[in-house]
């Protein structure tokens, strides 16, 4: 029978392939950092359209109410949802992470018009192919949440836990958040909202979410080698799209330097 230990060595290339990409030695400067927030954010908000996602699939958010699926497994993705749905920021006011890192974007002078525009477009009730063409959103950004949606209107709970688990946490590697500090204390610019974003981020996700959803994927993979082996394609292929998307960043850095 498959196991997480079974999953984590599976994916151990495609996961070290971000957690060592040379974005993050290149990101120096207080441009170069505006520069990946600008992509960055199209996947901080499709990871909150994977988690709303999963809590659909998993619990009851229709009218009437009745119990959907294993009381445990509810109880995992609501625990989650709340705190990425409804954090605080470093004054203590709710919001979420999305909402978070906007407000980090618009103190260091990041043009979140793009993303915006798309997410306006898209709720709106148009196709994403469409949302993404109209709000001119990076080709390999566009291609990551192309996947993301896939994965959601795949229907299959296991493959959205998956990705969410194994190729979205703790993908910011502690070197990052101090590059972050350190561009915040010596260079022009305010960044003091990124870096409570993505400390914020790794205290939450990396330690008590990360629990959480491994448990959730644990149940719904099952003892069905099937489910894993569908689970670790998924999240294989969610890690190298998070790969490609910061080498479209590095490329992007390393042209405006």
Aim: glycine share 4%; charged share 25%.
């Amino acid at each position: 029978m498959t196991t997480i230990q079974d999953v984590n060595k599976a994916l151990e290339p495609a996961r070290n392939e971000v957690i060592n990409h040379p974005i993050y030695a290149s990101i120096n400067t207080p441009d170069s950092l505006i520069r990946f927030m600008e992509h960055h954010v199209y996947a901080v908000w499709d990871f909150m359209s994977l988690l709303k996602g999963l809590q659909q699939s998993l619990t009851c958010t229709t009218l009437p109410w009745i119990p959907v699926g294993d009381a445990q497994t509810r109880f995992l993705i609501n625990e989650i949802v709340t705190g990425e749905e409804s954090d605080v920021d470093e004054q203590g006011v709710r919001m979420s992470h999305y909402e978070l890192y906007l407000k980090a974007m618009s103190q260091c002078g990041a043009d979140a018009t793009s993303v915006t525009h798309f997410v306006e477009r898209f709720s709106g009730g148009m196709s994403i192919d469409d949302a993404i063409n109209q709000a001119s959103v990076p080709p390999a950004a566009a291609e990551f949440m192309q996947f993301t949606f896939s994965i959601i209107e795949s229907g299959k709970p296991h493959l959205m836990a998956a990705v969410f688990t194994f190729g979205r946490e703790d993908l910011i590697p502690d070197m990052f958040v101090e590059l972050v500090r350190d561009i915040d204390a010596n260079q022009d610019g305010d960044f003091s909202m990124l870096k409570y974003y993505l400390e914020r981020h790794i205290e939450v996700d990396g330690d008590h979410h990360s629990h959480l959803a491994l448990e959730m994927t644990a149940r719904l993979c099952g003892d069905d080698d099937v489910k894993w082996k569908e689970a670790v394609d998924a999240s294989e292929k969610a890690l190298r799209l998070r790969s490609k998307l910061w080498s479209a960043v590095l490329d992007e850095v390393l042209v405006n330097h």
